[in-house]
């Protein structure tokens, strides 16, 4: 294949003609077409659907703790759903809370608590003049979302292959105004990275300025592999056990979701952390509820046991993405591979592909998309204040369209790419 | 019956030595009751197992929007759940957002929001040198952890018959610190009181200095009749129209939660406000969740259209939860009247009974009963900070234990009230 690169002028008038009436095809068939969120499909979904009606009156009891799950009560959570939280995740279920249906409700009550109250008897940041934030780039829009909303203030450090640029982080914690960093270890959103042992460990051996500094650890895909197979299945090591060994136990909030396990609306959350952390956060939590929905743990727990638990779980589901995420790879490999027109990840998990335009297209190939009936997320979501300085990166989900819809997406999404940077070198745009 | 401040001190230590050997054989039995939260009891939670299983696969599309309650979406909830808790608090169902199971977790979370982003754009209640906080006492206990929680003053205001005393409220919402107020309007914790319409309308009219100031109404107990003639059950006025039609309609916040209508730990609560509130809410709850438990909604949609609704569930309850009440009333007046030594309320609804002991008795009282076994509200639970000026008010929570159990646990609270009364008078304490 000829990158657009090396094409002649007169070959590339060619190619954009022949672009736009491809796209003119697909304009006129009226497509609605959504690439834009990490749902799971509904395919996926029917996996959970158990969980819907598995509980009758001979379970009301929980069996280990004695608790009429229907009532009042258990702040923490039942004892069974912490422990395959715990297992999921790799951390000791004595260090977990569970809670609602959304690990995102969680991380926000964390900082809102740290806003209002500080952490562990620390100045309330809603007090302080500036409060930082380091925000790994690309990352997960909503993470950023909260940092937003409350006003903090958030730097870019940029990912590399395995992991953040740590050169920075240790750089940037030395201020004492940087109060957290968004981390998704493993199987990052949007770029599908893991964090290696060695970034693992220098987070967990960080010197922060701040006492009250803390490593958001949203483990949200730790189970979410794509291929069956353990060698190429990632494994990180435990972060709170880390940070402990480290000399840093309360540095660490880690986050984990059944999401997408079983119901992305209706799953079970939670957080884990050391027990100086889970003390100061159960005494802000007493004052918040009275106790989160044990009847849904309970469901969890059963549902687990009966369907093999929480890594067969995930090789069904695996069985659905991978498929979707081939046609993502493949059509990426038909249609650009050689014309030098952009570049995208190869996730062995999570539920995100990245692509990365030319310099100053992201925004234009969202558009082109989007009018040929393609939604994607929007250009510039997965960096702080939907700001991306190369207007580059654009995140594909490709979990919630069927297998036929996907790859129609995906032919408009390279088709648009094509046509940007044909466009964009002939100096058109 | 002899009033205990008329007896002679002989007949009073005749008393003493009575009830001294009366109360030995209760602490001989090594007894263990539980008055002390308004928990449903076992009975109660029966009432909802049909909630533990009534969705199937069939179910899964919320008929009115097409949305597959099993995946993320739908942050303001199902709108056939807004049109039950619409209808059972009296609002409109524009002005509900349906949240998780717990009606405390929002009101901590408008709380939360308010300090760390302030209400409507006013400034962030954290930023402020000092935030006040009307409470009429007795009072709920959680309602005021929340406020002390966020280090917010709290200020007493005596329940009067109909109400918090309104020329109170009227004279320190001038107070431009004043930004809110904990009121439960119907069948009160702990009195059982009910806000008169004059009261009602009062609130809807208050001229707060604040223009961020917010009633926070607790509706908790909007449809807890005790009897299900209608002349025994009271309505209150829609405090939302109130509020709109008295020219103020951003200043309240109305709250109302499923907990003692199917399952405490597992309900439906929400919150009902104008439309400019519901969208102040909604950006920041927007940063806060994807969206509450669509499943959980759907669930309770489909258990009140096969049982008849809310009123008919409450009647259900009732059943169960009145001849609980007779026996507090009961026992009361067998063993106090005309003795002097205590006033009681005989509420129509709601979850408790409150009684007034003689000035500075109620830790005695509370303290005797439980060295014979019984657990109560610790005493000053209902009061800001845990003080209760006259140290008089007990809260008695009927619900849980059986009535056998509840028939000897109000036999030694009237014995316990009994000792501490005659202490007092011959001064031995």
Chains 1, 2 share one sequence.
Not at 223 to 250: F, K, T, W
Not at 348 to 363: C, E, S
Request: hydrophobic share 40%; glycine share 8%; aromatic share 8%.
């Amino acid at each position: 294949m000829v990158s657009y690169d090396r094409m002649t002028k007169e070959e590339l008038l060619k190619e954009d003609e022949s672009l736009r009436e491809a796209y003119k095809d697909y304009q006129k068939r009226d497509l609605s077409l959504n690439m834009a969120r990490g749902k799971p499909s509904p395919a996926q979904l029917e996996l959970s659907n158990g969980l819907l009606s598995n509980l009758n009156t001979d379970d009301i009891i929980d069996k280990e703790s004695g608790l009429d799950v229907r009532n009042y009560g258990c702040l923490d959570g039942l004892r069974g759903m912490k422990r395959i939280l715990a297992k999921m995740a790799g951390c000791s279920e004595e260090n977990v809370i569970v809670c609602g249906n959304s690990s995102l409700n969680i991380m926000y009550d964390q900082v809102a608590r740290a806003m209002a109250s500080g952490i562990m008897g620390s100045t309330p940041w809603a007090k302080l003049d500036e409060v930082k934030w380091i925000c790994p780039v690309p990352g997960y829009d909503r993470h950023f979302s909260i940092t937003e909303h409350f006003g903090i203030k958030m730097i870019n450090v940029p990912m590399l292959d395995d992991g953040p640029d740590m050169d920075m982080v240790e750089e940037l914690v030395k201020d004492p105004a940087v109060k957290g960093i968004w981390c998704v270890p493993k199987y990052s959103n949007p770029e599908g990275k893991v964090y290696s042992e060695k970034v693992v460990m220098r987070f967990a051996g960080l010197k922060p300025a701040a006492a009250d500094f803390r490593i958001f650890w949203d483990n949200a895909y730790c189970v979410h592999y794509l291929y069956d197979d353990i060698e190429r299945q990632a494994e990180i090591p435990d972060i709170i056990s880390a940070c402990s060994m480290a000399g840093n136990p309360d540095m660490v909030f880690e986050f984990m979701s059944t999401s997408k396990i079983t119901f992305p609306g209706a799953g079970i959350a939670g957080i884990a952390a050391s027990p100086a952390n889970i003390k100061d956060i159960l005494s802000s939590m007493s004052a918040q509820t009275i106790g989160y929905d044990k009847i849904n743990q309970l469901r969890h727990i059963k549902f687990f046991e009966s369907t093999g638990g929480i890594r067969e779980q995930m090789k069904r589901h695996a069985k659905i993405l991978r498929p979707k995420f081939d046609i993502v790879k493949n059509t990426f490999e038909r249609e650009l591979l050689g014309r030098n027109c952009g570049s995208w990840t190869n996730p062995m998990g999570g539920y995100f592909v990245t692509f990365r335009t030319l310099p100053g297209l992201a925004k234009k190939v969202v558009s082109i998309a989007k009018e040929a009936g393609v939604t994607l997320t929007g250009a510039g979501a997965p960096f702080p204040y939907h700001l991306d300085p190369d207007d580059s990166v654009i995140r594909i989900a490709p979990s919630f369209p069927s297998e036929e819809e996907l790859q129609e997406a995906m032919n408009i999404f390279c088709l648009s790419v094509r046509m940007a940077t044909v466009e964009k070198i002939l100096g058109k745009d």
